[in-house]
């Protein structure tokens, strides 16, 4: 559903039509003079992101006892911790 193109000029003074005329669809092509340049589109929707749920990976690590111990002077080491 694309019109004739509109000079910058013309976009410039009815910047805010142009953005509403997008929105519902239509693509709106800006010209130099007689030389297309540019393409005023929709933008596609952002889809939703999936939201968090608490306690998913529960059952799905296990960790022993060792986990919550100091680490060594060497494991400090290789972390560049020490």
Do not use: C, N
């Amino acid at each position: 559903m694309m019109g004739d193109p509109i000079t910058i000029h013309a976009a410039k003074t009815r910047f805010s039509e142009l953005v509403r005329r997008a929105e519902a669809g239509e693509e709106i092509v800006i010209a130099r003079g007689d030389k297309p340049v540019a393409r005023l589109v929709p933008m596609a929707p952002t889809p939703a992101k999936p939201r968090r749920q608490f306690g998913r990976y529960k059952g799905l690590v296990d960790l022993d006892d060792a986990f919550w111990e100091p680490l060594t002077d060497e494991e400090l080491e290789l972390w560049g911790l020490k």
